[in-house]
């Protein structure tokens, strides 16, 4: 099957690559360390989460849809972005979070309200709550005559996975030559469209997910069966197992700040003047050197950290609700 070509245009692309000699220097990588800047994709503050969002709100005007339904976390960097794309496109949004309503409000779920989204909340503090509540909302929008269209947490499906096959592509217009690509592995639909369009390219990426959620082991299916079902839907060779390379970035746990990762965010500050999250990126680019290994010794070799946003997270003030 061909890769679908309707995109609902929400990013600036290409986003920008930049050299990062003094963040190198500060990470003991003796070769060429660049930073790919998806935090700039120009589209509200959704980050990375752009890139998905255009196949998905795409195939969600193709169907009709009038609602968008998804969730996750308060601090959901996806859902905020989610409602700031369907209020441009003129959909309702309704956002389902894990747990009871909570006080303070992290500011993803006041960005989210200021776009317009509606929320529930499951009253469960686990995160797989949201899966049956977002099926049971979508029930309730149908019976009421509305025409929901459900994202997953994360909007990680392998239809969404293609904003980042494209992202491969993207990136190979931009650097020469063969890369490590190290960036933070959630959901798993960022890591798996990358993994796709790199073996699209003859592999020209070696794709590295820094796991934050889940403990590699467990993500690393998952991850797998995203990045096949994107090379499907864009017509393009099968990834196999071996292309899915994982490592575990957790620290104390999934949205709990790690030590290497506030280490490696005020590295990044100070070398770069970029804004890291405690989440996600700070623990990706914290993981960078285990990643690399013997190899951050190698002065030929092109490393690339893939930025992937959370500016609201990180102003949060490494606390993640």
Same mark, same amino acid.
């Given at each position: ?118 929320? %529930?909340?499951? &009253? ?6 949201? /899966?049956?509540? $977002?099926? *049971? @909302?979508?029930?309730?929008?149908? =019976? ?87 090379? %499907?839907?864009? &017509? ?6 071996? /292309?899915?390379? $994982?490592? *575990? @970035?957790?620290?104390?746990?999934? =949205? ?66």
């Amino acid at each position: 099957m061909a890769m679908t070509r309707s995109r609902h245009n929400l990013a600036t692309l290409p986003t920008p690559v930049q050299q990062a000699p003094r963040l190198a220097e500060a990470l003991g990588v003796a070769g060429r360390l660049l930073v790919k800047r998806d935090d700039l994709t120009g589209f509200a503050v959704a980050g990375n989460k752009a890139r998905p969002l255009e196949y998905l709100l795409a195939e969600a005007l193709g169907r009709g849809a009038d609602v968008l339904v998804t969730g996750g976390t308060p601090g959901s960097n996806f859902c905020q972005a989610a409602a700031a794309a369907a209020a441009g496109a003129g959909m309702e949004c309704v956002l389902i979070y894990a747990g009871p309503a909570q006080r303070p409000q992290h500011p993803n779920h006041l960005a989210a309200r200021a776009w317009g989204a509606r929320v %529930e909340w499951t &009253g469960d503090p686990d995160r797989s709550s949201v /899966d049956t509540a $977002l099926t *049971d @909302a979508a029930a309730e929008l149908t =019976a009421a005559g509305r025409r929901p269209y459900v994202a997953p947490r994360g909007g990680s499906t392998a239809r969404g996975a293609l904003g980042f096959h494209q992202a491969a592509a993207e990136l190979a217009t931009q650097v020469d030559g063969p890369a490590t690509v190290v960036l933070a592995t959630g959901s798993g639909g960022t890591t798996a469209g990358l993994i796709a369009g790199s073996v699209a390219l003859g592999r020209r990426f070696e794709i590295h997910g820094a796991s934050v959620s889940r403990a590699p082991e467990q993500a690393r299916g998952r991850v797998l069966e995203l990045a096949r079902g994107c090379a %499907e839907l864009a &017509g393009t060779a099968p990834p196999e197992a071996a /292309d899915v390379r $994982l490592v *575990d @970035a957790r620290g104390p746990g999934h =949205a709990q700040p790690s030590t290497l990762g506030a280490h490696a965010a005020q590295v990044a500050l100070t070398t770069m003047g970029i804004v890291l999250d405690p989440v996600y990126t700070a623990k990706a680019l914290g993981a960078l050197p285990a990643v690399l290994g013997e190899q951050i010794r190698d002065p030929r070799l092109t490393t690339i950290f893939w930025h992937t946003g959370g500016l609201l997270d990180a102003v949060a003030g490494w606390e993640h609700a």
